[in-house]
T-cell receptor, first 113, second 115 residues
């Protein structure tokens, strides 16, 4: 079993839809949770970062962490074609300990106009 | 440039040959990472350099893989006697190594194809 599980998709939605992306994990030591976005043939870029449980909102994006269930989510409201990319969840156990992130497989999202 | 630079962007090689992949991190970033991304897979950690500390090599898949970082800046990932399963995109990332967590800045990767 992988430490971090993520449905690879692909996920196709119409423009304006609400998108829900999820990851589950097995290591209870994880405390820092991130979402990276990766456009085709580009490197990943940090989208959202959350510490421990709770919600964090940034514009159309909301990240949720439920440590009791070992489950994290990324919601995208009013999705746009420019949101079409692969979304990777990533986790780290100890603050500032090398950035040795454990990544999920990535979910490929396509937003159709 | 302002970002992480990797070269070559594409490399096709024959099985058994050695390859070198280069990474030039963001100026001033003390931490440097190599990850591997195979088709349909997430990013697999390979190795991490932080300042003058001994590198964390725990993710290297075999002794055919090695990496060095000269002068605390440019890094080279070397794969000896390449195998077809080494075909992947090799991503380099850097970070300031201070305070931030999770903010890795990635290059565009070196796409390796082993025939």
């Amino acid at each position: 079993q992988k430490e971090v599980e993520q449905d690879p998709g692909p996920l196709s939605v119409p423009e304006g839809a609400i998108v829900s992306l999820n990851c589950t994990y097995s290591n209870s030591a994880f405390q820092y949770f991130m979402w990276y976005r990766q456009y085709s043939r580009k490197g990943p870029e940090l989208l959202m970062y959350t510490y421990s449980s709770g919600n964090k909102e940034d514009g159309r994006f909301t990240a949720q962490v439920d440590k009791s269930s070992k489950y994290i989510s990324l919601f995208i409201r009013d999705s746009q074609p420019s949101d079409s990319a692969t979304y990777l969840c990533a986790m780290e156990g100890v603050y500032n300990q090398g950035g040795k992130l454990i990544f999920g497989q990535g979910t490929e999202l396509s937003v159709k106009p | 440039g302002a970002g992480v630079s990797q070269s070559p962007s594409n490399k096709v090689t024959e099985k058994g040959k050695d390859v070198e992949l280069r990474c030039d991190p963001i100026s001033g970033h003390t931490a440097l990472y190599w990850y591997r991304q195979s088709l349909g897979q997430g990013l697999e950690f390979l190795i991490y350099f932080q300042g003058n500390s001994a590198p964390d090599k725990s993710g290297l898949p075999s002794d055919r893989f090695s990496a060095e970082r000269t002068g605390g800046s440019v890094s080279t990932l070397t794969i000896q006697r390449t195998q077809q399963e080494d075909s992947a995109v090799y991503l380099c990332a850097s970070s300031s190594g201070q305070g931030d967590t999770g903010e890795l800045f990635f290059g565009e990767g070196s796409r390796l194809t082993v025939l």
